[in-house]
């Protein structure tokens, strides 16, 4: 099974920018989507963005414009570049592999994915 590893999270300031990164344990991501998701103090997980093995992706509302995910298949590595970023952007993000493979469209329910990765924060102040 591929583990999933994020790193990049840290504190912003409301208006700036950070680049996540979820990078592959034991196996490369291939033919599985890989998704993002946040958990902020007190609520469920919630969907963020994911990507097939073709590239295809698909964003929450308030994601969309705001964060890109991309794929580097050469260095098995899934990002999240995230701009403009806002207070309720706040939040533990974790990276997920999908439970099955060669997805025509991103999966965005937390049960489509087995693997999930430790997390990593993000802080956005005001």
């Known amino acids: 099974q591929v583990q999933p590893v994020e790193s990049g999270g840290g504190l912003a300031q409301a208006g700036g920018s950070l680049r996540l990164s979820c990078g592959a344990s034991g196996r490369p991501f291939g033919s599985y989507a890989v998704g993002w998701f946040r958990q902020a103090s007190g609520k469920e997980r919630e969907f963020v963005a994911a990507i097939t093995w073709r590239g295809n992706t698909d964003y929450e509302d308030s994601a969309k414009g705001r964060f890109t995910i991309s794929r580097d298949t050469a260095k098995n590595t899934v990002y999240l570049q995230m701009n403009s970023l806002k207070p309720e952007d706040t939040a533990v993000y974790y990276c997920?592999?999908?439970?099955?493979?060669?997805?025509?469209?991103?999966?965005?329910?937390?049960?489509?994915?087995?693997?999930w990765g430790q997390g990593t924060q993000v802080t956005v102040s005001s």
């Open positions: 997920g592999v999908s439970r099955s493979t060669y997805h025509a469209r991103p999966p965005n329910r937390p049960d489509a994915f087995v693997s």
